[in-house]
């Protein structure tokens, strides 16, 4: 089956850094990825659409200067949280659709997660 | 009001019994429809799709009502391994909107 990597799993950062998510699709081409981010206890939000070779797009209420998003292959998306602060930390998942008939119409394949802990 | 509303339990139940979950969805536009399962602190994965003829895939059977936006969740003979949350997802265009998951404890 299709497999989405990220890459750190978790990471804990002073406040005031910034840090860089990478989201791998391994063995199928992604023209589109999705970021998104769950408090605890609560629901995936989604944050930004990510589309290969173009700017991402962002959700109501994300700031899209503080969470960068690159798409710069069809097989890699980045997000970078800048200025980071405890507010900050929660779980962001990516998720990857295949961008042939690799899946089932909308389906997307998730990531495993990085845990953000901003101290 | 959200999107996607589902009862967020915990459902404490024992091996071996039946349980079932609701979702009400908003958006009539709503296309598509799917049940994930989501360990704690992992990624959501599918566990099926939601058609309006209902589906059965093993133990479990899914329902969709359009005219009600109502979605459920039947889980047969519980296992432990069924311990997890349940969240109940519709796409509105290509995004997948979440519910908040229904928590399910099974217990021998």
């Known amino acids: 089956g299709a497999v989405v990597s990220q890459h750190p799993s978790w990471v804990i950062c002073k406040s005031g850094t910034s840090v860089k998510i990478e989201c791998r699709s391994l063995?199928?081409?992604?023209?589109?990825m999705f970021w998104y981010r769950q408090f605890p206890k609560q629901s995936l939000m989604l944050m930004a659409t990510?589309?290969?070779?173009?700017?991402?797009?962002?959700e109501q209420g994300v700031e899209k200067d503080k969470f960068l998003i690159n798409h710069a292959s069809l097989t890699l998306s980045t997000l970078t949280v800048t200025s980071a602060h405890p507010e900050d930390s929660s779980f962001y998942i990516c998720?990857?659709?295949?961008?042939?008939?690799?899946?089932?119409?909308?389906?997307?394949?998730f990531g495993p997660g990085t845990r953000l802990t901003v101290l | 009001r959200k999107e996607v509303e589902q009862d967020p339990g915990p459902f404490n139940v024992p091996e071996g019994a039946t349980v079932a979950f609701n979702c009400t969805y908003s958006?009539?536009?709503?296309?598509?429809f799917f049940w994930y399962r989501q360990d704690c602190r992992k990624e959501p994965k599918l566990l099926m799709s939601?058609?309006?003829s209902g589906n059965e895939d093993g133990r479990f059977t899914a329902q969709l009502n359009r005219a009600s936006q109502y979605i459920s969740l039947l889980i047969r003979d519980s296992k432990l391994s069924d311990s997890a949350t349940y969240l109940c997802?519709?796409?509105?265009?290509?995004?997948?909107?979440f519910g908040t998951g229904t928590r399910l404890q099974v217990f021998p």
């Open positions: 997802v519709v796409t509105n265009t290509d995004k997948l909107i």
């Open positions: 958006n009539s536009a709503s296309q598509s």
């Open positions: 063995d199928f081409q992604a023209t589109t």
């Open positions: 998720s990857a659709r295949p961008g042939t008939s690799g899946g089932a119409g909308n389906e997307q394949f």
């Open positions: 939601v058609y309006s």
């Open positions: 990510s589309n290969e070779g173009s700017k991402a797009t962002y």
